[in-house]
C-alpha cells in the first residue's frame, strides 16, 4: 500500500492531565496490508489472535478524557508481531491459538520488518523523545477462554505486567482492587516472557511505566471500554506522578 503508515499518532495535549502520558498500543488493529494474504478465514480476524479487542476503543478514550499521547498499531499481529524482538519466534506467527496462518509460511520477514515493525517502533521512539518525562502505559488485552487450554481459568478482570521495573505495578495493584476489579500480578501473562516493547521503550532507557492487560469481554463495548478507561485514567496519573 503507498505511505501505508503501520500506526497511528495521537499528540498529547499541552497542558491537560495527562500531557506527559503516552499509551502505546503494540496491538490495537486487526487490518492486512493490501499485498499480504493470510490464508485464514475472515471471522479469524475478528478473533483474539488478530487483535487486542478493545484497547484502540480505551486508548482513544484516555486520550479525550486526559489528553494523553498515544501510538496505536495499525497492522494485525498475524502479519508481525509488534510485542516480539526481531528474529524472536511468533514475530510472524504460522499457529495462533491453534489456527493455522498458511500465509506467514513463505513471508519474506526482512520485508515486514522494514515496512511495518521498524517504522512502528521508529514512531514510538520518536514520540517518547518528544515528550518531557514521559509515562507509558502499555495496553493489551486477553481473551477469557484460549481455545487450546480449556481447563486453565482465567478469572482475572485486569493485569499488571512488569520484567524488571515493577515500580508502577507495586502503585497500580492496589488502587485498581480497591475499584472491585480482581487483579493478576503477572497475571495471565508474565511480563518476564513478553514484555518486548516495554523492554525496548521503557525498561532499557529507565522511562517509568505501567503494562495493563485488559479482560477482552469487559472492553468489547462501548459502555465497557469506557468504564475501563474511566479506572484506569486516575491510576495511571497517580502512577506518574509517583514516578516520571
Given amino acids: 500500500m503507498s505511505g501505508f503508515q503501520p500506526y ?11 500531557e506527559n502520558i503516552v499509551v502505546i498500543a503494540d496491538h490495537a488493529s486487526n487490518h492486512v496490508p493490501d499485498g499480504i494474504e493470510l490464508g485464514i478465514a475472515p471471522d479469524v480476524m475478528t478473533q483474539h ?5 478493545g484497547v484502540a476503543e480505551v486508548t482513544r478514550a484516555l486520550c479525550e478524557a486526559i489528553g494523553c499521547g498515544a501510538v496505536l498499531a495499525r497492522v494485525s499481529r498475524l502479519v508481525i508481531d509488534f510485542n516480539r524482538e526481531e528474529g524472536a519466534p511468533g514475530l510472524i506467527p504460522l499457529t495462533s491459538d491453534g489456527i493455522a496462518i498458511p500465509g ?3 513471508a519474506e520477514p526482512e520485508e515486514r520488518l522494514a515496512a511495518y515493525y521498524r517504522p512502528y517502533h521508529g514512531a514510538v521512539a520518536e514520540m517518547l523523545a518528544s515528550v518531557d518525562n514521559p509515562f ?3 495496553l493489551h488485552s486477553f481473551t477469557p477462554q484460549l481455545a ?9 478482570d485486569i493485569g499488571i505486567l512488569y520484567n524488571r521495573d515493577d ?3 507495586r502503585i497500580a495493584i492496589p488502587l485498581l482492587a480497591e475499584t472491585g476489579l480482581h487483579v493478576g500480578d ?4 508474565a511480563g518476564t516472557l513478553l514484555n518486548a516493547t516495554m523492554n525496548r ?3 532499557a532507557p529507565g522511562r517509568p511505566y505501567l503494562g495493563v492487560e485488559m479482560r477482552q469481554d469487559h472492553v468489547s463495548y462501548p459502555a465497557g471500554a469506557a468504564r475501563i478507561a474511566e479506572i484506569l485514567a486516575p491510576v495511571a496519573i497517580a502512577c506518574r506522578n509517583s514516578l516520571a
Fill in 8 to 18: 497511528e499518532i495521537i499528540v498529547p495535549q499541552s497542558g491537560s492531565a495527562g
Fill in 49 to 53: 489472535v488478530a487483535i487486542d479487542i
Fill in 104 to 106: 506467514n509460511a513463505a
Fill in 136 to 138: 507509558i502505559l502499555s
Fill in 148 to 156: 487450546t487450554r480449556p481447563d486453565e481459568p482465567r478469572p482475572w
Fill in 167 to 169: 515500580r508502577a505495578a
Fill in 186 to 189: 503477572q497475571l495471565p501473562y
Fill in 201 to 203: 521503550h521503557a525498561e
